[in-house]
Nanobody, 120 residues
Framework: QVQLVESGGGLVQAGGSLRLSCVASGSFFSINSMGWYRQAPGKQREWVATITSGGAPNYANSVKGRFAVSRDNAKNMVWLQMNSLNPEDTAVYYC??????????????WGQGTQVTVSS
């Protein structure tokens, strides 16, 4: 089993920045893509950004130019640097990863989520 743990959420004023972190742990696993999703109150979970094992990032249009995703394959970690935050970015942010566990096949896991609140 692979577990994901996020950290770094909090309260920030509009225009500010936050950096989210996520670490994956487990045994005999590899990670394909890692990324971030978010869910605002009363809304469905939406994709924010992903990064491949080769380091290629992709972003939702709503965050392009403001957010940056990065990862360290040796540490099984992914980060989301969020700049120029606005109240519409307020949500619970979830880390996501998929890959393979030796002897068990494909996995698709989520973290528990971290709250990001942007005040106006």
């Amino acid at each position: 089993q692979v577990q994901l743990v996020e950290s770094g959420g909090g309260l920030v004023q509009a225009g500010g920045s936050l950096r989210l972190s996520c670490v994956a742990s487990g045994s005999f696993f590899s990670i394909n893509s890692m990324g971030w999703y978010r869910q605002a109150p009363g809304k469905q979970r939406e994709w924010v950004a992903t990064i491949t094992s080769g380091g290629a990032p992709n972003y939702a249009n709503s965050v392009k130019g403001r957010f940056a995703v990065s990862r360290d394959n040796a540490k099984n970690m992914v980060w989301l640097q969020m700049n120029s935050l606005n109240p519409e970015d307020t949500a619970v942010y979830y880390c996501h990863a998929d890959g393979t566990i030796v002897g068990r096949g494909h996995y698709d896991e989520w973290g528990q989520g971290t709250q990001v609140t942007v005040s106006s």
